[in-house]
């Protein structure tokens, strides 16, 4: 098979990425990258009347500067509406990013990450509208979407209306390293935390008077990983994994003030996450019920327990397409026009992908080289990168 002419400008390409890679938005403060993305998209021909915001910042339980944003593409030859979708915003670690090209890599200056996650699916929806509309290349209706607080929790694709993305049919989502690789699914995540209030007392002069909270939800965490539930969580009735992310006090603050105070209270928050929605949540309750069990080995002179507040919800639902649905044959034969093999897997990792295919859009998420990602090592492979603009712009305009 023949490789298909893509008229890709790989200079202007890089040149957009650099900028994007450059502009701090670190997530919930998406306002200067998507003004940065809009004009940008202005300059490469798109009508300023195509491009929104949605309301779905307003939604969002945490401060959010913008919604998402949406771009609107009229098809130049009928066909259904195609999404192409990545998120604005990147992990605090970016912040002050300077991007430098460094051979066939753009890596940071060292103190910091570099934020390719996604800055590259950025630069590569901007260079896809682009080339669209610079070549005139035939393509159906597409909408292009921008989503926001993606790196704290998925927030922006949650809170999507989906009626405002005109009714696509499929979303290629980029968000990924290697061009190769499709993501056709994703486990779910289930969200606990819980509160536990004990009774303070002097540790030294009358320690039985006291209920220390550390030492209930020390217990609790014993119990959870005893009874299988923490890490690698295998049973026989699923699979999933688990984690304890944060054991402390109010605000922040540590669980406990002096070493001579029983501490009265701590607050602990963990997850879990399996490729089935009901797994997560019993791997979530198994953790509720060792809490239950440990508040009953606490008591103080009088017989009292702490008070055990556990709560679960879910973060994001589980995903996974077939390999044989539309949006994954469309990649697969599009990289077999690119001369590449794809790769379908499985991620362990929530995406935007999670919601899009929860509101109905079945999605696929492809990669455009970046690497290392939320460290300061990370760096965007160039190559990749182009590849991944070819793909876009390829599964943008091939027929069905």
């Keep these: 098979m023949s490789k298909p002419s893509i008229p890709l400008d790989v200079a202007a390409a890089e040149e957009h990425l650099m900028r994007f890679l450059s502009v701090e938005g670190v997530t919930g403060y998406e306002a200067n990258i998507a003004t940065a993305v809009s004009d940008a998209l202005e300059a490469a021909g798109v009508p300023a009347s195509a491009i929104r915001f949605d309301d779905a910042n307003t939604r969002i339980p945490l401060p959010t500067e913008t919604g998402n944003l949406i771009v609107d593409l009229p098809g130049t030859r009928s066909g259904p509406r195609l999404l ?16 430098r090209r460094e051979g066939d890599r753009i890596v940071s200056d060292g103190t910091t990450a570099l934020g390719g996650d996604a800055r590259t699916g950025v630069a590569l929806l901007v260079v896809l509208a682009e080339t669209l509309i610079q070549h005139e290349l035939p393509h159906p209706p597409i909408t292009l979407l921008f989503t926001v607080r993606e790196e704290s929790g998925l927030h922006g694709a949650r809170e999507l209306n989906p009626a405002d993305l005109g009714g696509p049919v499929m979303c290629i989502n980029v968000d990924g390293q290697l061009a190769s690789d499709l993501i056709i699914g994703a486990v779910g995540q289930e969200n606990w935390e819980v509160e536990i209030k004990g009774q303070a007392s002097h540790a030294g002069v009358a320690p039985e008077k006291g209920i220390s909270a550390t030492l209930v939800g020390a217990i609790a965490l014993a119990e959870a990983q005893n009874a299988g539930w923490f890490g690698k969580v295998v049973k026989p009735d699923g699979r999933g994994t688990s984690n304890v992310g944060i054991f402390g006090g109010k605000d922040g ?4 003030d002096a070493t001579n105070v029983v501490t009265d ?21 198994g953790y509720g019920d060792a809490f239950a069990k440990a508040k009953e080995q606490v008591k103080d002179h009088e017989g009292h327990t702490a008070e055990v507040a556990f709560s679960h919800q879910t973060s994001y639902p589980p995903f996974k397409l ?11 034969k599009a990289l077999e026009m690119l001369g590449i093999e ?18 109905g859009v ?6 455009a080289g970046q690497a290392e990602i939320h460290t300061i090592k990370e760096y965007v492979n160039l190559a990749e990168y182009e590849k991944g603009c070819r793909l876009g712009i390829l599964m943008a305009t091939m027929e069905q």
């Design 84 to 99: 192409f979708s990545t998120h604005l915003d990147t992990v605090p670690l970016c912040a002050g990013a300077n991007p």
């Design 253 to 256: 603050k540590p669980a406990g």
């Design 265 to 285: 209270y701590a607050f602990i928050k963990g997850e879990a996450r399996s490729s089935e929605s009901a797994f997560a949540e019993k791997i979530a309750k």
């Design 322 to 332: 077939k390999e044989n649905s539309p949006v994954v044959k469309r990649a697969i």
């Design 342 to 359: 794809g790769n379908c897997l499985f991620s362990n990792g929530g995406l935007d992908a999670n919601w899009l295919d929860k509101h």
């Design 362 to 367: 079945p999605t696929i998420t492809i990669g």
